[in-house]
């Protein structure tokens, strides 16, 4: 069975499935998806959630292992596979088939791949597994299906938007659903009637007038152009360069925490919620570990903090907007190209 992410919350009106395919990468909308799969599994009993990143052939004894096997407790499992590259191998697909036609009784498996294009779907493999399994494609809304969207998801907060805000959003938004999200999650704290275009352009910030903390989650779900983007348009506002760099290294340590305990084997759902990461910023952070930052990565991000605090006061020759530059895009995993046309004074 297809569906759309529309069709989704009505889907679960009806008994679990027992194999669900996360297809795309629209991150945001690809997030939410799964998040609200694991809320509908957990408020059915399957409490015991588990995900194992699939690198290789190797680690499918351990899904079935995982799978097969009864939990402690009596709780079910919702087993989440995250697949190298967003792709199945020959064995991966095989696995699903069988599975599909064979389901482990303790066990819901949701597996996170890549976009699904049209010749993937009529292959004979996939319209096999197709019979037994809950097919999720997710593709990037079009500038003409954003308004649309906006507008759902605001009267799903009981926020109601007049037509000509709807549009000035979507305009202001860029495309960006994470920004989207969390403006509209601002005007619902607010309890307005209603909200018209002259109401919304005196309580938002217009997403082309960004801040520090703009340019920090852009950074961390590896967005380079759009990082570079805010960098330039805070160095001509005459932003203060040590405001940048406080937001950078508030993240940072947040980070660094998280590391230690991911290394633990804590799960990075648990972190969050422990350490209260609002839910527009997970999504980044997600991306930024799965980019593989280590321990090491953010020592030397650290490092290049000081630098940059350095050459702000003084202490060091440099040029500061420079740094930044070299900063933001290594968070976002972005090797600096450094030239005459990078952020400079």
């Known amino acids: 069975m297809k569906l759309t992410p529309a069709q989704l919350e009505t889907h679960f009106s009806q008994p679990l499935g027992k194999l669900y395919l996360v297809c795309g990468d ?12 694991r809320q ?12 194992l990143d699939i690198e290789t052939d190797a680690d499918l004894d351990e899904i079935y292992s995982h799978a097969y096997t009864p939990p402690l407790l009596g709780q079910k499992r919702l087993l989440e596979l995250h697949w190298k590259g967003g792709k199945l191998s020959k064995s991966g697909q095989h696995f699903l088939q069988q599975y599909g036609l064979k ?19 009529q292959t004979q493999w996939f319209k096999a597994l ?3 399994a809950v097919v999720l494609s997710i593709w990037p809304l079009s500038q003409n299906q954003l308004p649309d969207w906006i507008q759902q998801r605001a009267r799903a907060q009981n926020l ?10 979507a305009h202001l938004v860029e495309g960006n659903l994470t920004a989207a999200a969390q403006e509209l999650e601002k005007l619902s704290l607010l309890d307005l009637p209603s909200v018209d275009r002259a109401t919304l352009e005196t309580l938002l910030v217009d997403q082309g007038c960004f801040n520090a903390f703009d340019l920090v989650d852009h950074a961390l779900a590896g967005n380079g152009g759009q990082v570079l983007r805010i960098l330039h348009y805070l160095q001509k506002e005459g932003a203060e360069p040590l405001m940048i760099l406080g ?6 340590r947040t980070l660094v925490k998280l590391a ?28 930024f570990f799965r980019r593989g930052s280590s321990a090491e990565t953010l020592f030397s991000l650290f490092l290049k903090a000081g630098e940059i605090d350095r050459i702000a ?33």
């Open 26 to 37: 629209e991150l945001f909308l690809v997030q939410e998806a799964l998040a609200l799969i």
């Open 40 to 51: 509908k599994a957990a408020a059915k009993g399957f409490g015991d959630r588990l995900r």
């Open 103 to 121: 389901p482990s009784p303790y066990s819901i498996l949701v597996n996170r791949l890549g976009k699904l294009d049209s010749k993937t779907e």
């Open 130 to 132: 197709e019979k037994n």
């Open 160 to 169: 109601r938007l007049t037509p000509d805000a709807v549009q000035r959003l």
């Open 247 to 252: 937001a950078f290294t508030y993240e940072l």
């Open 260 to 287: 230690k305990e991911l290394k633990q084997g804590v799960a990075l759902t648990a972190l969050f919620a422990q350490y209260r990461v609002r839910m527009g910023k997970q999504a980044g952070i997600r991306e």
């Open 313 to 345: 006061k003084g202490a060091s020759p440099g040029n500061v907007w420079l740094a930044l530059e070299e900063l933001s895009l290594a968070v976002a995993g972005i090797v600096p190209q450094l030239s005459s046309t990078g952020v400079n004074g």
